[in-house]
């Protein structure tokens, strides 16, 4: 099965998921290991907290904040609307993040970012404690646990830095008595309620008031990018995500680059993805055998400029969809995951998307359909 969408069928879809999802779900009963984990933590917490965290600070009067962003670069993306508005509100506040080595170096480049801490999933080992260590000097008033998931890592990590902070989660409707033991302000979202971005922005209007809007605060790059490339004269075509399941094979990236080229003729086309698959990307470009297209591996603060100022972006479900949707540029996104179609779509950018089975044996005539429908 194969689909084209468009973000009014998107959110079509999205309401009749809502409207069919049963209102009062039956509470999840944890493993008793992590009922006794979580009665352990709270009682901990209570014993060591000094202050009263229910009571909320006005945004001038917060002087430190910490982010939990440990995982990829494509949710930090998609949480800088956080940061757009403590620090709009706030520029004398400091916000440190707590980063991965997928996504530290991208952080950093990010001039509202004061400190990067890098976080091994282990939350036990050298490195992990340093950074503790480190953090724990640092006093923050509140701790946004932007995590989606990993809930109860996130409570023994913020309880490790930070006993007194106001520490805001996120649960579903099912796990929120459970974690509600943990979390000071707990945002209640399920699946497909909405995109990433507006979930992560939840957690400014549970704190701050209901009032603040994220149309006020866009995603955005945290890079001054410039290119030396005439801006609008190209397509990028990225054939590689973190997940097998969303790379696009030899194949199917000879059939989409090569009706691309032939169709847009009087456009550059780039091929291009992660280094590691520079065989691949070659292979694709060979394959093609046009003028027109060749392969892109550049520095990574050089293929923001160039793709942020592309005329469209051809890709599978991975970063290059939140760094073009910032900088405004059509793309053309392929998902082979429900869930990700409603939570992780390019977020206030023109686009079309096509919803594969399987990424690979799909129907690539559809992009060309697609992208006719984004560059005129």
């Not at 979202?189 to 909405?194: K, L, P, V």
């Not at 001054?224 to 969303?246: R, V």
């Not at 292979?283 to 093609?288: G, L």
């Not at 950018?349 to 919803?355: A, H, K, Q």
Request: with cysteine.
């Amino acid at each position: 099965m194969q689909r084209l969408l468009t973000l009014n069928d998107i959110e079509i879809q999205r309401q009749n998921i809502l409207k069919n999802t049963p209102k009062n779900l039956k509470p999840y009963t944890a493993p008793l290991i992590k009922r006794i984990l979580y009665s352990y933590l709270k009682c901990k917490r209570k014993f060591r907290r000094n202050t009263d965290t229910k009571t909320k600070l006005s945004i001038e009067e917060i002087q430190r904040v910490l982010l939990f962003r440990y995982d990829a670069l494509g949710d930090y993306i998609v949480s800088t609307p956080v940061v757009s508005f403590l620090k709009q509100n706030n520029p004398n506040i400091i916000i440190d993040v707590v980063t991965s080595t997928r996504n530290d170096a991208f952080v950093q480049l990010d001039k509202n970012i004061s400190n990067t801490y890098i976080i091994d999933r282990n939350i036990y080992n050298k490195q992990t404690k340093h950074s503790i260590k480190q953090m724990k000097e640092n006093n923050y008033d509140i701790i946004f646990a932007l995590m989606y998931t990993k809930n109860t890592h996130s409570a023994d990590l913020a309880y490790q830095i930070a006993p007194n902070a106001h520490i805001i989660a996120y649960s579903a409707p099912d796990r929120a008595k459970l974690y509600g033991k943990l979390f000071d302000t707990l945002i209640i979202t399920t699946n497909y309620d909405s995109h990433h971005t507006e979930r992560m922005f939840k957690s400014i209007q549970a704190y701050f008031g209901s009032h603040h809007s994220i149309t006020d605060y866009p995603i955005y790059i945290p890079l001054q990018a410039t290119s030396n490339m005439p801006d609008g004269k190209y397509i990028i075509i990225n054939l590689t995500s973190s997940k097998d399941i969303n790379s696009i094979n030899e194949d199917i990236g000879t059939k989409i680059a090569t009706d691309v080229a032939k169709h847009y003729s009087n456009y550059h086309v780039f091929i291009t993805g992660y280094p590691s698959m520079k065989e691949l990307i070659d292979a694709v470009v060979n394959n093609v055998n046009s003028e027109n297209c060749s392969a892109l591996l550049v520095p990574f603060s050089d293929y923001i400029a160039i793709l942020s100022n592309a005329a469209l972006l051809i890709t599978s479900d991975s970063a290059p969809v939140h760094i073009a949707a910032a900088a405004n540029v059509p793309i053309v996104s392929i998902f082979v995951v429900d869930i990700s179609i409603f939570e992780w779509h390019p977020y206030r950018t023109d686009f079309r998307m096509i919803y594969a089975d399987n990424i690979n044996e799909m129907d690539t005539s559809m992009v060309i359909i697609a992208a006719k429908q984004l560059l005129h």
